[in-house]
Every structure is written in C-alpha cells, then in structure tokens.
C-alpha cells in the first residue's frame, strides 16, 4: 500500500505535488468514491483510480533529455497553439512532461519523465541540484560584477544563492561575452534577472547542463533517453546536495 499522490505520480499523471493539488480538488476517486484527503493509502494492483473520470494504470517509466530550441513552450499543452517541448517526441507512447521548465526563449537541456517522484526528487528546492547556463551579454562585464553573482545579488524577491560564474568566451569582433553561471536554485527566470542587477542583460541563454547531465551530442530539437546509470547519477547528486545542505 503506498500513498495516493505517489501511485498517481507513479502512473505518469504529473509531478507528485500537482497530484497532490488533483486529490484536494476532488479530480481523484478510488473504489468510485472522491478522495480529497492526503495521505490515503491505496494498492495500484488492486484499487481502481480516476482522475477526472479516466482509469490511470502503471506506465512504464521513460526519462527523456531534450534539447529544446528557443520559441518553445515547457509544457505538456498550450491553449494557443504554440509549439510545446512534447511536439518534437512522437515516437513515445507514454504520456511525459517537463521536469522543471525553461522560459520560451531559453534554449538547451530539459528532461522529460513519467515518473513523477523522480520529477519532485530534481525540482524540491530544498535538494539544490545544481543548473549550468551559457548567457550571452552585449560587452564584457568587469570581474567585480561578476563577485556579485557569485556572493549572492539581491532581486526583487530576495538574496540569491552563491553561484558558480566564469567567463566562456569574449569575442571583441561582435563585443559580446558568453559568461558560464552555474545556479543550485529554480526561480522563474532567475538568470536572466540575476544579469538584469549587474545592468548586463542577457541576449541568448542556453542550459548547458543539469546536474551531471550535459547538453553534448544532441542536436537542437531532438532528444535521448537516459542510461540506467545516468538515472542513478542525477538521483544520487539530488539525496548528496540535501544531505550536505543538513550538515550529514
């Protein structure tokens, strides 16, 4: 017997904490009664489960790296018809989605998954896995700029974490700069903003890895699955990072 909220991660329905949100809005019934409560404990072999009327049933579990182009939604859907991430994967039956999101005009690595407790393992703030991105600058922001973004710059919404920030490339031809920030951090569009309080603003911004994974080898719009082992890899960086984070 395990929780609601997981079996329904489990079976590919979304992360664990948008199921959680699914059971309280009364979507989800068990044995043709609404379940709101969390923490109900049922049998995925032998209780039957309904979200929002459809039968759920235990997927296989498919882990995706994608290379994502820039102009394109990080979602399973979009009511205006734009392009979204799941457009460019046809040719897998199972019903994935995004772990964790990049903007519409953030470009590179995301991951896409059905399994819902690995999706809530990578995007928990509290396991800090970390993020790498390529940012491009019009000019060549001084060193001491930079100290800023790696001790921690104030936003609107607070003090960032310390980051991990070098210069990649300076073309003096085109006077731009691709700086390599590295962030253990998910705000929404906090790389961008973090350049914005040096009063650099990004033009390109491109994920380059995330966790151990590298971007390497895969075309834009097109993807990978993962390996056994690189599952494994991102799983032990995200319980390592929180372990640190307790002091264990």
Known sequence: MERLQKVLAE???ASRRKCEELITAGRVM???EVVTTLGVKVSANQD????????????????VLFHKPKGVITSASDPGGRKIVTDFIKDIP????????LDYDTEGLLL?????????????????????????????????????????????????????VDYHDINPESKETIVSITIYEGRNRQVRRMFDAIQFPVTRLRRVMFGPLALTGVGRGRYRHLT??????????ALKTHNIQKGK
């Open 11 to 13: 079976a590919g329905v």
């Open 30 to 32: 068990v044995n043709g």
């Open 48 to 63: 039957v489960i309904h979200v929002d009327g459809r039968a759920i049933r235990q997927q296989k579990k498919v882990y």
């Open 94 to 101: 199972e019903r994935i989605y995004p772990v964790g999101r």
């Open 112 to 164: 896409l998954t059905n399994d819902g407790e690995f999706a809530n393992l990578l995007t928990h703030p509290k396991h800090h896995v970390p993020r790498t991105y390529h940012a491009t600058v019009k000019g060549v922001p001084h060193g001491s700029l930079l100290d800023k973004l790696r001790s921690g710059i104030e936003l609107e919404d607070g003090m960032t974490a310390p980051a991990e």
């Open 228 to 237: 056994t082992h690189e599952i494994k890899e991102l799983t032990d960086n």
